[in-house]
């Protein structure tokens, strides 16, 4: 990363930083080859749930390698995604985003990455879903996604291969907890493998690159000025800096700059589909309307354009409507009262457990979350009445 923009800055803000402190990459890679190479020749089938480009590259690589050394090159890799040929194709010709010994290679000219050769050599098939492979060899490794095991070809993945003890899934995903992603599959006799890969600054690197800069004020999350959680003793998982402004969760902060505004045009189509509504409040008569819009900035100019959406994709899908504010649990359960829900309330530390035995349904709700626990059969009607009443106990903008 090219330092020199950012010395000297006015604000200087820190987020994002290594979910995996303590973990090292390299020795998640290698217990990753281990769990893989114990299982294969056990006759079981391996599982990485992953996306389809990232961290997926490494672990064709690692693998390849490993299993070669060991003479085991007869395991064939499935690469189940329907951008799984787009990827592979990309990932040869983007060398900015590469290391040094990467892009070395894309000039000489030689592949970059050995995922290539796999292909040439079959060991590798790339299939856009799971349907299309006609012949699948057992025993194999499978590349599928998502991480969070909720959609995608995974979940039949894992609900056919789950009762097997002789496979292993393996997380990379430092992003989610892999405990939570397997609940909905309880009672697993499958493996259950937990070495997350996380490229991002960790403590080390991350106090480093702020001593170096030396901005008059850093900002960043208030958890990553204490000791994590799971390591209260470790005093060196920490951002150490003397001008810093902390920040929380759902909290508005104020940053003072010589700019006080900028000039932003909108899209003329998305100003033709905003339909503001007459707002007031004390000394305030405005129309107003909620937006969902993607920021598009170049050569110095601002542009509010309409998002990227693709409707077979529920998480790049912006809502209508935002919610915000805090759940109050005796509202919620007397909405739950008014559509003939019987329900029981019981009051934790951190929130409330609401049972609804009628739908064999639970819901969890904390400070910051709530989650909707329901039965392994069912097939979303029950969740979506409990989603409908729960938003509607909060507030809408």
Same mark, same amino acid.
């Given at each position: ?16 930083? @290594? ?18 190479? =114990? &299982? ?28 070669? #050394? @060991? ?20 990932? @040869? ?71 097997? =003890? #002789? ?39 991350? @106090? ?62 998305? #100003? ?50 935002? &919610? ?15 559509? %003939? ?28 979350? =709530? ?8 097939? %979303? #009607? ?16």
């Amino acid at each position: 990363m090219e330092q020199t923009p950012l010395k000297d800055c006015d604000i200087f803000i820190l987020s994002g930083l @290594n979910k995996a402190p303590t973990n090292v990459a390299d020795q998640s890679l290698g217990e990753i080859c281990l769990n893989a190479f =114990s &299982t294969l020749t056990a006759g079981g089938n391996v599982i990485f749930p992953c996306y389809p480009s990232g961290i997926v590259y490494d672990l064709f690589e690692c693998l390849s390698a490993h299993l070669t #050394a @060991n003479r085991c090159s007869q395991y064939p890799f499935y690469f189940i995604a329907p951008q799984s040929e787009t990827s592979l194709a990309y990932s @040869n010709i983007l060398s900015e985003w590469l290391s040094v010994g990467k892009q070395r290679k894309v000039y000489i000219p030689e592949d970059p990455f050995p995922h290539t050769e796999l292909v040439k050599t079959n060991r590798l098939k790339h299939f856009k879903a799971l349907h299309e492979i006609t012949d699948l060899r057992q025993p194999c490794i499978v590349f599928c996604g998502h991480p969070s095991l909720r959609f995608g070809d995974i979940v039949h993945l894992v609900e056919s291969w789950g009762s097997n =003890s #002789a496979n292993t899934i393996i997380f990379t995903d430092a992003d989610l907890p892999y405990i939570e992603c397997l609940l909905p599959y309880q009672p697993l006799a499958m493996k259950a493998i937990y070495c997350p890969i996380d490229p991002s600054l960790n403590f080390y690197q991350a @106090n480093k690159l702020i001593k170096d800069l030396k901005p008059r004020l850093l900002v960043t999350h208030e958890e990553y000025l204490v000791p994590p959680k799971n390591f209260p003793s470790r005093a060196e998982l920490v951002i150490e800096y003397g001008n810093v402004h902390r920040i929380s969760p759902g909290s508005m902060i104020s940053l003072k700059l010589k700019r006080k505004s900028v000039q932003t045009m909108m899209d003329p189509k998305m #100003a033709q589909e905003i339909d503001p509504t007459y707002r007031t409040g004390k000394d305030v008569f405005v129309f107003a309307s909620t937006i969902t819009t993607s920021l598009d900035n170049m050569d110095n100019k601002n542009r509010l354009v309409k998002p990227q959406m693709d409707l077979c994709d529920p998480m790049k899908v912006p809502p209508s409507k935002y &919610t915000w504010g805090n759940l109050d649990p005796a509202l919620l359960f007397e909405k739950l009262s008014s559509e %003939g829900l019987v329900a029981t309330i019981q009051y934790t530390s951190t929130g409330c457990i609401i049972n609804i035995p009628s739908e064999r349904a639970t819901i969890q709700v904390d400070g910051t979350s =709530s989650e909707i626990i329901c039965k392994k059969n069912d097939l %979303g #009607a029950a969740r979506g009445k409990l989603r409908r009443i729960l938003v509607s106990c909060l507030t809408e903008f």
